[in-house]
């Protein structure tokens, strides 16, 4: 694929290779493992409004951030459209330079309350929601499906509406709600979409590989590819893309991985955090399935440091 610069706003991301907005996974940490190893933007775990409205402090946390992080970009769940423009203007989300709406989650729960995917069905409140936002004056992206019904897809019409509601960029994940997160992605209805609006559209959803990102391209004619789950499980996959040299080994990302989290959270986030991190890289890794138990078993940070090398040695 053709890698280049991408405005988004009054923003140039460095790449057009981008990490998906993961729950428990995109924290601080692992967001600036992904921007050093060539990302071009990253998001905060998907946050809820609702929940940010009435402070809630487990929801606060998955805002942290830095003056280090190159570019700040949270992912912010709300159907309410007042809710979703007072949160957008807040103090808690001063310090963002993008926020994203989920307009994606497949869910139940989430679906059900209006939120994600559903507001792919009610198009003047899911337009309300982004010019809510946009008066918040930060730039502000959609990330949505190419439909809810895998027999009927719209997702050309919902990014006209996006784009005419202000947002300025949109990702869409190449299937429907109803498909989750199984199935072949639908290229033809991301291509569509690409052709019926003039803002930057990231093509998400079954990339599991550098060839398959490739093929994602032409296949789509996206601006870029967004990259999810496999990111977990091969972090070099921006490297591979980019051309950005890496220079460290699976090993040294997770130890610096361990240090960054304890730096800025506790000891029971940081041993839960990497457990899952090496589980994902453990996953193709020869003899590994061994120490998968003592890993879950480790009852200290010496102990899980210690498991992480002779995995990852």
Same mark, same amino acid.
């Given at each position: 694929?053709e890698?280049k610069t ?7 991301l460095?790449?057009?290779v ?11 940490p692992?967001r600036?493992?992904a921007y050093e190893?060539?990302?071009g933007l990253c998001?905060?775990?998907?946050s ?19 003056k ?7 992912q912010?769940l709300?159907g ?11 103090e808690l989300?001063e ?5 994203d ?5 497949p869910?139940?729960n989430v679906f059900k309350?209006g939120?994600?995917?559903a507001?792919m069905?009610d198009q003047?409140?899911a337009a309300?929601i ?7 004056g930060k ?5 949505c499906r190419?439909?809810? /019904?895998?027999?009927?897809m719209?997702?050309?019409e919902?990014? /006209?509406v996006?784009e005419?509601?202000g947002a300025?960029?949109i ?5 429907? /709600?109803s498909m989750?997160y199984?199935?072949?992605?639908c290229?033809?209805e991301i291509?569509?979409?690409?052709a019926?609006?003039?803002i930057?559209v990231?093509?998400?959803?079954g ?6 990102a490739d ?8 601006d870029?590819?967004?990259i999810?789950?496999?990111a ?6 921006f490297s ?12 040294q ?11 800025y959270y506790d ?7 990497? /457990?899952?991190?090496?589980?994902y890289?453990m996953?193709?890794?020869?003899g590994?399935?061994?120490?998968k ?9 010496k102990e899980?440091?210690e498991i992480i090398i002779?995995?990852?040695?």
């Amino acid at each position: 694929m053709e890698i280049k610069t991408l405005r988004v706003g009054g923003l140039m991301l460095p790449s057009n290779v981008l990490m998906a907005p993961l729950a428990g996974y995109t924290c601080y940490p692992f967001r600036m493992m992904a921007y050093e190893l060539g990302a071009g933007l990253c998001f905060t775990e998907m946050s809820s409004a609702n929940a940010l409205k009435y402070r809630d402090q487990a929801t606060r946390r998955l805002l942290f951030t830095t003056k280090e992080e190159p570019i700040r970009a949270i992912q912010l769940l709300g159907g309410i459209p007042a809710v979703m423009e007072k949160t957008a203007s807040s103090e808690l989300l001063e310090t963002f330079d993008i926020i994203d709406i989920n307009m994606g989650c497949p869910v139940p729960n989430v679906f059900k309350s209006g939120e994600g995917s559903a507001l792919m069905l009610d198009q003047p409140r899911a337009a309300a929601i982004i010019r809510g936002c946009k008066k918040s004056g930060k730039i502000v992206t959609v990330k949505c499906r190419t439909g809810i /019904r895998k027999e009927d897809m719209f997702a050309a019409e919902f990014a /006209r509406v996006c784009e005419d509601a202000g947002a300025d960029m949109i990702t869409i994940h190449g299937r429907s /709600r109803s498909m989750m997160y199984d199935g072949d992605c639908c290229y033809e209805e991301i291509a569509r979409a690409k052709a019926a609006v003039s803002i930057p559209v990231i093509a998400n959803g079954g990339i599991f590989s550098a060839e398959e990102a490739d093929r994602m391209m032409e296949r789509t004619g996206a601006d870029g590819v967004m990259i999810a789950r496999y990111a977990l499980e091969n972090p070099f996959i921006f490297s591979e893309l980019t051309g950005k040299y890496a220079g460290k080994s699976t090993l040294q990302l997770i130890l610096e991985q361990m240090e960054l989290t304890l730096t800025y959270y506790d000891e029971t986030f940081t041993m839960a955090y990497i /457990r899952k991190l090496a589980s994902y890289g453990m996953k193709k890794r020869k003899g590994t399935k061994k120490y998968k138990e003592q890993l879950y078993r480790s009852g200290s940070m010496k102990e899980l440091r210690e498991i992480i090398i002779r995995i990852f040695s």
